[in-house]
T-cell receptor, first 116, second 116 residues
Framework: EAEVAQSPRYKITEKSQAVAFWCDPI?????LYWYRQILGQGPELLVQ????????DSQLPKDRFSAERLKGVDSTLKIQPAELGDSAMYLC??????????????FGAGSRLTVL | AQKVTQAQTEISVVEKEDVTLDCVYE???????LFWYKQPPSGELVFLIR??????QNEISGRYSWNFQKSTSSFNFTITASQVVDSAVYFC?????????????FGEGTQLTVNP
């Protein structure tokens, strides 16, 4: 069964350091999402790509977070510098089409970040 | 704005008991989609079901059933004869086709523990 691949699964870093997460969506899925899930809460959308273009990054803290999907396939989410409040699970998801309601999102296993 | 409320933070049952997880939503859209996802300890969000706002038929899939009532803005999930493997966090989510674009709004989740 096709799956969304993410790495690393776990990352521990000190505040003010840079950290990066990688995601490889299901082959053929044009839409890629990065969600952040703080412990005990539901996931919140950070950024959405349609192919290589950003469709929605309204909730992305752009002073420290950046995301790219250069060739419209895999994607990288970067945080620089990391802050204590960034400790969370970072989930990547992909779907065939652009509209979340009409298209089912398939999620990866996530990357758990701990900032010390 | 759209909102999903899962009032039950934690539920604990004994195996073979039936359990219902509540979900109440708010949206101004007339066309919207509702979802349930399961998040086991491994962290990956697993898709369970999607309903659109024009289809109020209840659905049954094995031990799982869903009750969608537009009159009360609720989309409740029942597990019949629960099993230990059902232990997970369950999320209800909403996507409004008109105002929220592709954004999936998640509830805070319900931690279900099924004890042997």
């Amino acid at each position: 069964e096709a799956e969304v691949a993410q790495s690393p699964r776990y990352k521990i870093t000190e505040k003010s350091q840079a950290v990066a997460f990688w995601c490889d969506p299901i082959s053929g899925h044009a839409t890629l999402y990065w969600y952040r899930q703080i412990l005990g809460q539901g996931p919140e959308l950070l950024v959405q790509f349609q192919d290589e273009s950003v469709v929605d990054d309204s909730q992305l803290p752009k002073d420290r977070f950046s995301a790219e999907r250069l060739k419209g396939v895999d994607s990288t989410l970067k945080i620089q510098p990391a802050e204590l409040g960034d400790s969370a699970m970072y989930l990547c998801a992909s779907s065939l089409g652009q509209t979340a309601g009409a298209n089912v999102l398939t999620f990866g296993a996530g990357s758990r970040l701990t900032v010390l | 704005a759209q909102k999903v409320t899962q009032a039950q933070t934690e539920i604990s049952v004994v195996e073979k008991e039936d359990v219902t997880l509540d979900c109440v939503y708010e949206t101004r859209d007339t066309t919207y989609y509702l979802f349930w996802y399961k998040q086991p300890p491994s962290g990956e969000l697993v898709f369970l079901i999607r309903r659109n706002s024009f289809d109020e038929q209840n659905e049954i899939s094995g031990r799982y059933s869903w009750n969608f009532q537009k009159s009360t803005s609720s989309f409740n999930f029942t597990i019949t004869a629960s099993q230990v493997v059902d232990s997970a966090v369950y999320f209800c989510a909403l996507s409004g086709a008109e105002t929220s674009g592709s954004r999936l709004t998640f509830g805070e989740g319900t931690q279900l523990t099924v004890n042997p």
